[in-house]
């Protein structure tokens, strides 16, 4: 029985050494969103080790009064472009990586002139080795406590699979969220540009009638300073 | 939750802000590691730590309001805890108190919003869980921030469609507003130079305009 406890005890504790250790491990997920302005391009690097796959996943979700689009790449180290996107709106890419170094994510939005983008983008880098916090080497200690593990590892087991099931909720949310911005940020462009056009028609509207108005007065009007230009143009008929 | 900060870098000039736009719900902690190197001249690199050059942190809560503008080292962490809805905006920029551009500046940059911002490790440890115990809390806190972000995309669905409905509104006010404008436009035109060409004696175009407003007693044939 007193066996039976300590070992238990030592279930407990062991694993949470590791657990320390492995967390450390290199499964990066990043999400982030940033704005490359009109003729420039925002480049971001990352340190990546042979055999890691690459997963970037973007999308513009504003473009001002412009079209969601921008131009993508991946340069490695020594500058060679591994991928390329022109004037894409979003775009998936996972590539494994063989040489080790410094890789250049970028997004150009250099041909366009005067919208600033909005581009949300997701990198994730993969290692092989997967020395994740839910993967730790809990097998090492199932040996021990037969039954007890047995229901222990039914629950671990569970909950690993909630787990992913989660990460993928989570995961689906944030590129819902990366639609909905993008679809509100159209809409508000949209709202905006009614009103801004709008006041311009209206103002070239009332302009224009009253230039109709003054210019067929001035062809009749002796006393007004445009009559003597209409003069100027036909000289018979006016006198 | 460690070591990343070697992770994502980019270059940014001495005097240049770099900005990062986080679309969050409320009460969702954001955590960010960053560490700063000046480039070195003499190697054409980047020495390994610069400890004279600070990094100002300002963040912009959705209504534009600062919550957070503080100059911290060269390398460090700073977290905030967004108590409104919507987007955020964090900008990095270096003190330097050059006028113009000066050397370049390579940021490592990690940013965790949420859950992934929480450090497990130091949980277990500071409240003595066992290894069970954390992975249940870290479903919980998943869980948690699901349920927040729904939340959150509930109330920006119906900004959303605010946005949507108020733009089809002012499509069909102007529609009608552009119809009534034209023939105001085009009544006052006409009662104008009505009144021009009377005060002028232009029969053929009081005739005319006359017409145009039906007011048949105004004829006149000479």
């Not at chain 2, 080292?73 to 003190?95: A, D, K, M, Q, W």
Request: with cysteine; charged share 25%; aromatic share 10%.
């Amino acid at each position: 029985m007193a066996s039976q406890r300590t070992s238990f005890l030592v279930l407990q504790y062991f694993p949470f050494f590791l657990l320390i250790h492995s967390s450390c491990g290199r499964d990066i997920e990043r999400e982030m969103t940033v704005e490359v302005k009109a003729g420039t391009e925002e480049c971001f690097y990352e340190t990546i080790k042979g055999g890691e796959t690459l997963d970037v996943e973007y999308q513009v979700i504003d473009g001002g009064r412009g079209e969601l689009d921008i131009d993508f790449y991946l340069a490695g180290s020594t500058g060679e472009v591994v991928v390329q996107d022109l004037r894409r709106s979003e775009g998936n890419h996972r590539t494994t990586i063989t040489e080790e170094g410094d890789y250049r994510i970028c997004w150009d939005n250099s041909f366009s002139h005067f919208s600033t983008k909005t581009v949300f983008f997701g990198i994730t880098i993969e290692s092989d080795d997967d020395d994740d916090l839910w993967d730790d080497g809990l097998e090492e200690t199932i040996t021990a406590e037969e039954i007890y593990e047995m229901k222990i590892e039914d629950i671990k087991e569970a909950m690993g699979r909630i787990r992913g099931h989660l990460t993928k909720s989570r995961f689906m949310q944030d590129q819902l969220r990366a639609y909905e911005a993008r679809d509100r940020n159209v809409a508000e462009n949209n709202n905006a540009k009614v009103t801004s056009w709008s006041l311009i028609n209206i103002t070239v509207m009332v302009v224009t009638g009253l230039i109709q108005v003054i210019l067929l007065r001035s062809l009749f009007d002796d006393k007004s300073r445009l009559h003597s230009l209409w003069k100027k143009g036909a000289p018979s008929t006016f006198s | 939750m460690c070591g990343v900060v070697e992770g994502l870098y980019f270059h940014i000039g001495e005097t240049e802000r770099k900005c990062f736009i986080e679309e969050i719900p409320d009460e969702t902690m954001v955590t960010g590691n960053y560490k700063l190197q000046l480039h070195d001249p003499r190697t054409g690199g980047f020495m390994p730590s610069s400890p004279g050059l600070g990094m100002h942190v300002e963040i912009k809560d959705p209504d534009e309001k600062v919550l957070l503008s503080r100059v911290y080292s060269s390398e460090g962490r700073f977290t905030f805890t967004s108590h409104t809805p919507g987007e955020h905006v964090i900008c990095l920029y270096s003190n330097s108190t050059k006028w113009f551009a000066g050397s370049q500046l390579r940021v490592h940059f990690d940013l965790q919003v949420g859950e992934h911002a929480i450090d497990y490790a130091s949980m277990a440890q500071k409240e003595k869980l066992t290894e069970l115990q954390l992975r249940v809390r870290q479903l919980l806190d998943q869980v948690e921030q699901i349920t927040k972000e729904q939340n959150y995309q509930r109330y920006r669905e119906e900004r959303f469609r605010q946005t949507s409905e108020s733009t089809n509104q002012r499509v069909l006010l102007w529609s009608v507003g552009q119809v009534g404008i034209l023939l105001a436009m085009g009544f006052w035109q006409m009662r104008h130079l009505k009144t021009f060409f009377e005060a002028k004696k232009l029969r053929i175009f009081v005739t005319f305009t006359a017409l145009v407003q039906s007011s048949p007693d105004r004829v006149r044939v000479d």
